[in-house]
Protein backbone atom coordinates (compact mmCIF):
# COMPACT_ATOMS: atom_id res chain seq x y z
CA UNK A 1 0.00 0.00 0.00
CA UNK A 2 1.60 2.81 -0.85
CA UNK A 3 1.94 6.29 1.97
CA UNK A 4 -1.12 8.54 0.09
CA UNK A 5 -3.42 5.48 0.06
CA UNK A 6 -2.58 4.57 3.62
CA UNK A 7 -3.35 8.07 5.24
CA UNK A 8 -6.85 7.81 3.13
CA UNK A 9 -7.38 4.72 4.88
CA UNK A 10 -6.66 6.12 8.24
CA UNK A 11 -8.55 9.59 7.37
CA UNK A 12 -11.51 7.06 7.00
CA UNK A 13 -11.26 5.33 9.67
CA UNK A 14 -11.12 8.17 11.93
CA UNK A 15 -14.36 9.72 10.61
CA UNK A 16 -16.23 6.55 10.52
CA UNK A 17 -14.78 6.18 14.61
CA UNK A 18 -16.27 9.99 15.38
CA UNK A 19 -19.90 9.06 13.56
CA UNK A 20 -19.97 5.86 16.32
CA UNK A 21 -18.48 7.95 19.06
CA UNK A 22 -20.82 10.85 18.28
CA UNK A 23 -24.28 8.62 17.88
CA UNK A 24 -23.66 6.71 20.66
CA UNK A 25 -23.50 9.81 23.17
CA UNK A 26 -26.62 11.23 21.97
CA UNK A 27 -29.49 9.50 23.98
CA UNK A 28 -33.18 10.62 24.26
CA UNK A 29 -35.61 10.90 27.02
CA UNK A 30 -39.11 11.04 25.99
CA UNK A 31 -41.72 11.85 28.49
CA UNK A 32 -45.52 11.31 27.60
CA UNK A 33 -48.38 12.56 28.95
CA UNK A 34 -52.08 11.39 28.04
CA UNK A 35 -55.50 12.75 28.90
CA UNK A 36 -57.56 10.64 30.82
CA UNK A 37 -59.64 12.82 32.36
CA UNK A 38 -62.86 12.47 30.24
CA UNK A 39 -64.95 14.09 27.21
CA UNK A 40 -64.49 17.38 26.52
CA UNK A 41 -61.54 17.98 28.61
CA UNK A 42 -57.85 19.67 27.97
CA UNK A 43 -55.02 19.95 29.32
CA UNK A 44 -53.19 22.52 29.40
CA UNK A 45 -49.10 21.69 30.09
CA UNK A 46 -46.11 23.80 30.67
CA UNK A 47 -42.75 22.27 31.28
CA UNK A 48 -39.29 23.33 32.05
CA UNK A 49 -36.22 21.22 31.42
CA UNK A 50 -33.23 22.32 33.90
CA UNK A 51 -34.73 25.54 34.29
CA UNK A 52 -35.10 26.03 30.44
CA UNK A 53 -38.08 26.67 28.78
CA UNK A 54 -39.32 23.81 26.59
CA UNK A 55 -42.63 25.45 25.89
CA UNK A 56 -46.53 24.60 25.98
CA UNK A 57 -48.86 21.81 24.77
CA UNK A 58 -52.67 21.13 24.78
CA UNK A 59 -53.94 17.33 24.87
CA UNK A 60 -57.58 16.74 24.02
CA UNK A 61 -59.43 14.33 25.47
CA UNK A 62 -57.60 10.50 24.80
CA UNK A 63 -54.86 12.54 23.18
CA UNK A 64 -50.81 11.84 23.86
CA UNK A 65 -48.38 14.56 24.15
CA UNK A 66 -44.23 13.65 24.13
CA UNK A 67 -41.63 15.98 25.50
CA UNK A 68 -38.45 14.67 24.02
CA UNK A 69 -34.72 16.19 25.17
CA UNK A 70 -31.08 14.86 25.52
CA UNK A 71 -30.21 12.40 28.32
CA UNK A 72 -27.62 14.36 30.86
CA UNK A 73 -26.56 13.20 34.34
CA UNK A 74 -28.73 15.25 35.40
CA UNK A 75 -31.68 16.19 33.85
CA UNK A 76 -34.81 17.39 35.18
CA UNK A 77 -38.41 17.79 33.86
CA UNK A 78 -40.58 20.30 35.77
CA UNK A 79 -44.29 20.68 34.51
CA UNK A 80 -47.78 22.53 35.02
CA UNK A 81 -50.52 20.71 34.28
CA UNK A 82 -53.68 23.12 34.33
CA UNK A 83 -57.47 22.04 33.72
CA UNK A 84 -60.25 24.43 33.06
CA UNK A 85 -62.05 25.79 36.09
CA UNK A 86 -59.00 24.10 38.81
CA UNK A 87 -55.72 24.81 40.40
CA UNK A 88 -52.62 23.67 38.65
CA UNK A 89 -50.45 21.21 39.50
CA UNK A 90 -46.64 21.61 39.73
CA UNK A 91 -44.93 18.44 39.57
CA UNK A 92 -41.50 16.38 38.24
CA UNK A 93 -42.32 14.94 35.38
CA UNK A 94 -38.44 13.45 35.29
CA UNK A 95 -35.61 12.93 37.30
CA UNK A 96 -32.55 11.58 36.25
CA UNK A 97 -31.50 11.23 39.52
CA UNK A 98 -34.51 9.73 40.75
CA UNK A 99 -35.90 6.12 41.11
CA UNK A 100 -38.46 6.09 38.59
CA UNK A 101 -38.26 6.00 34.81
CA UNK A 102 -35.64 6.06 32.95
CA UNK A 103 -35.13 7.01 29.20
CA UNK A 104 -38.89 6.36 29.01
CA UNK A 105 -41.92 8.06 30.90
CA UNK A 106 -45.46 8.06 30.88
CA UNK A 107 -47.79 10.01 32.37
CA UNK A 108 -51.88 9.70 32.61
CA UNK A 109 -53.84 12.74 33.91
CA UNK A 110 -57.31 10.36 34.83
CA UNK A 111 -59.84 12.04 37.32
CA UNK A 112 -58.73 10.29 40.21
CA UNK A 113 -55.49 11.98 39.98
CA UNK A 114 -52.37 11.73 38.11
CA UNK A 115 -50.79 8.14 37.50
CA UNK A 116 -47.02 7.21 36.22
CA UNK A 117 -45.84 4.57 34.48
CA UNK A 118 -43.51 3.05 36.72
CA UNK A 119 -42.16 -0.97 36.26
CA UNK A 120 -44.39 -1.93 34.65
CA UNK A 121 -47.93 -0.39 36.02
CA UNK A 122 -49.59 2.78 36.98
CA UNK A 123 -49.19 4.29 39.94
CA UNK A 124 -50.56 6.95 41.52
CA UNK A 125 -48.60 9.95 42.19
CA UNK A 126 -50.59 13.51 42.32
CA UNK A 127 -53.92 14.26 43.57
CA UNK A 128 -55.19 17.41 41.96
CA UNK A 129 -55.30 20.71 43.77
CA UNK A 130 -58.56 22.13 44.78
C1 LIG B 1 -34.21 13.78 42.09
O1 LIG B 1 -33.94 12.58 42.75
C2 LIG B 1 -32.87 12.64 43.68
C3 LIG B 1 -32.61 11.24 44.21
O2 LIG B 1 -33.78 10.66 44.69
C4 LIG B 1 -33.22 13.64 44.77
O3 LIG B 1 -32.16 13.75 45.68
C5 LIG B 1 -33.50 15.03 44.15
O4 LIG B 1 -33.93 15.92 45.13
C6 LIG B 1 -34.57 14.88 43.07
N1 LIG B 1 -34.70 16.17 42.38
C7 LIG B 1 -35.75 16.98 42.58
C8 LIG B 1 -35.74 18.25 41.79
O5 LIG B 1 -36.65 16.70 43.35
C1 LIG C 1 -54.83 5.81 32.14
O1 LIG C 1 -55.52 5.37 33.29
C2 LIG C 1 -56.81 4.87 33.04
C3 LIG C 1 -57.47 4.62 34.39
O2 LIG C 1 -56.58 4.04 35.31
C4 LIG C 1 -56.68 3.62 32.19
O3 LIG C 1 -57.95 3.08 31.94
C5 LIG C 1 -56.01 4.00 30.89
O4 LIG C 1 -55.77 2.85 30.11
C6 LIG C 1 -54.70 4.70 31.13
N1 LIG C 1 -54.20 5.26 29.89
C7 LIG C 1 -53.11 4.82 29.32
C8 LIG C 1 -52.64 5.58 28.13
O5 LIG C 1 -52.52 3.85 29.73
Request: charged share 20%; hydrophobic share 40%; with cysteine.
Amino acid sequence: MDLTLLRKFQAFILIILNICLCASAVAYVHVHMTNDLGHDTIIYLHCLRDAKEMGHQQIPYKWTCQWKFEQTLSSTLLCDANLQGAKELRFLAFNESGESCRSSCGWNFTQHGVFQYDKGEWKFRYNWPH
